[in-house]
């Protein structure tokens, strides 16, 4: 618009003015409007200039925008993954505690299994022992008093050569009096002979064992 009203500003002065002034000082006229007309171009083309190189900016601008967001999302992507990681290696973690608690834990029930069928074994030991020691007494009283059996009888019931009293019904101590009191000569009847070279061969234990034999035979 600037130079289109030069132009016609120029035209005006060139055609109308004529008249009134010398050829060369309308010329000159229209040099300098000619040489306003290039300056305004000029000066035109420099702010197109200008602007282009504001545009230039703004894209430079927006790019530098976008890199910059480019390089944020980076960033959080880089910081969940970051995260991410570390929630995993507090798992692993977690797991391996677990597992190794989990370890102890079977570790301490194998220990106290272990320790605990000692103990019943030890028990059951125990048990088969008492069961057996019994059984091994009662066996070594009859073995004794098999001897004894022509008699006195097999359950010593009788009365021996029917001189002797029937003895199943006596207490052990009873029983156990007269066997010692046979052996060191402080008990007996008129056949106490009959009676001293069976318990010469008697120790104290085997006569523990007739006599809780023989009480158990009355019953
Ligand atoms: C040969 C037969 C004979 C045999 C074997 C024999 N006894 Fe006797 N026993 C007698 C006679 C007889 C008397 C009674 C003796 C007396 O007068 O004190 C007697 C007495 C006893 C008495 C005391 C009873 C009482 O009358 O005062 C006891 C206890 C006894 N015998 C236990 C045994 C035992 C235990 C054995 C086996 C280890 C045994 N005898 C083997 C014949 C026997």
């Known amino acids: 618009m600037k130079v289109f009203g030069l132009v016609v ?17 309308v010329l000159e006229e229209i040099n300098k409007t000619s040489q306003d007309i290039i300056n305004n171009i000029g000066q035109t ?6 602007k282009a190189g504001e545009i230039g900016q703004k894209v430079t601008d927006v790019e530098g925008d976008i890199a910059q967001k480019a390089s944020q999302i980076t960033q959080i992507a880089e910081e969940a993954l970051q995260g991410a990681a570390n929630v995993s ?27 605990t069928i000692e103990s019943v074994k030890q028990k059951a030991n125990d048990i088969a022992d008492a069961a057996a020691s019994p059984l091994t007494n009662a066996d070594k009283g009859k073995k004794l ?7 006195h009888g097999a359950k010593a019931e009788k009365s021996a050569v029917n001189k002797s009293q029937i003895i199943n019904k006596w207490s052990k101590d009873q029983i156990l009096k007269a066997l010692k009191g046979y052996k060191d000569g402080t008990y007996g009847g008129a056949y106490k002979a009959t009676m001293t070279p ?9 006569m523990e064992e007739l006599a809780a034999y023989i009480v158990n035979l009355g019953k």
């Open 198 to 206: 069976t318990v010469k061969r008697l120790s104290d234990d085997d």
């Open 89 to 115: 290696k507090d798992i692993l973690q977690k797991t391996n505690e677990t597992l190794s608690d989990i370890s102890a834990k079977t570790d301490k029930i194998i220990n106290d299994s272990a320790s």
């Open 145 to 151: 008093f098999a001897v004894c059996i022509p008699c």
């Open 45 to 50: 083309a420099t702010e197109a200039i200008e």
């Open 9 to 25: 500003i120029a035209l005006l002065l060139s055609g109308c003015g004529g008249s009134d002034k010398n050829s060369s000082s």
